[in-house]
């Protein structure tokens, strides 16, 4: 019998500690997620405050004027460039700053360190409103020191207008993954490193053979971060050209919140861009699960 009612204890002491933390988690992620999946598939028109209010099923209407939309796949195509920069962009160059900093093949790491992680901690508002001034118009610095050299040059963002963002989330996030990558390389057992030397293995084959695989785990951390990210991004973009010209700039987040929040709001359309938005993600993610797996090495 005191067993039964230690067991029982036991399963309520492990309820009430799991509670707090699951009533949050829920109120938090999941309940919004539910509730954002099943307002797409309503017809919701935003309350008495916008008209008439309207509420009723509408199934996947929503998900078939988004497919239907070419500023969608405007945007979807933006947001994969942005994935496919941080992932093979800023992952790899993360990952090279890193090793050389850690391997002291430069003086003055902890100035380095620094001066490339600073960007990270800057808001991307302000960074946003500092390259527009700097790129994007025809009175702009990069204009002007263009003129020097060129006194005919003219401000043409139609040319490539995602470029000038390419770039400037390479130089702001490169940083955050330089330092994951510093402090997991201070792990590695340096002995290994410096017996496979002895052995006659030169740095390059102690950086594939060793570091690499040691490191797969980690990658593949950055790699989820770096997608999660880029789905996301929204506020750079917002500062800097808000979707223009034509939408052209235009990513899942800004494409969304217009639909939301800009003229007549279209909640059911939102809500179906976000849940797409998820899908996308964690396709993405057990994409790169499923690459480490076969390719990978172990910790």
């Given amino acids: 019998m005191s067993s039964l009612t230690s067991k029982k204890e036991q399963h309520i002491s492990y309820i009430m500690l799991v509670a707090p933390a699951f009533l949050i988690y829920f109120s938090v992620m999941a309940f919004p997620t539910i509730f954002s999946i ?52 800023q992952i790899p160059l993360g990952f090279i700053l890193a090793f050389i900093l850690s391997r002291k ?17 800057i808001s991307p508002v302000i960074i946003g409103i500092l390259f527009r001034a700097f790129f994007l118009n025809q009175d702009s610095v990069y204009m002007e020191i263009l003129k020097i050299f060129n006194p005919a ?8 207008p995602m470029l000038p963002v390419l770039i400037i989330m390479l130089w702001m996030y490169t940083g955050g993954y330089v330092i994951i990558f510093l402090a997991n390389l201070q792990r590695i057992d340096t002995s290994i490193i410096e017996a496979a030397k ?24 950055c790699a989820i971060l770096a997608i999660s990210g880029s789905l996301k991004s929204f506020d750079l973009l917002f500062v800097m050209t808000q979707g223009g010209p034509a939408q052209r700039t235009s990513v899942l987040s800004l494409y969304m919140y217009i639909k939301a929040f800009r003229g007549a709001p279209h909640y059911p359309l939102a809500n179906a861009i976000s849940t797409v938005m998820v899908l ?4 993405l993610i057990i994409i790169t699960r499923a690459v480490e797996k076969r390719f990978g090495g172990k910790e």
């Fill in 198 to 221: 002895i052995d006659g293995a030169s740095e390059k084959q102690a950086l594939f053979y060793i570091i690499l695989p040691a490191l797969s785990g980690v990658i593949v951390t």
């Fill in 105 to 121: 093949i430069v003086k003055g790491t902890d100035f380095f360190q620094t001066m490339i992680y600073l960007p990270h901690v």
């Fill in 38 to 89: 099943v307002l797409s598939l309503t017809n919701y028109n935003g309350g008495k405050i916008f008209g008439n209010p309207r509420f009723g099923f509408a199934g996947f209407q929503s998900y078939l004027e988004m497919f239907g939309d070419e500023y969608f796949y405007l945007a979807l195509k933006n947001n994969m460039l942005i994935v496919l920069m941080s992932v093979f962009g």
């Fill in 153 to 160: 040059a003219e401000f043409r963002l139609n040319d490539n």
């Fill in 280 to 283: 996308i993600s964690f396709v």
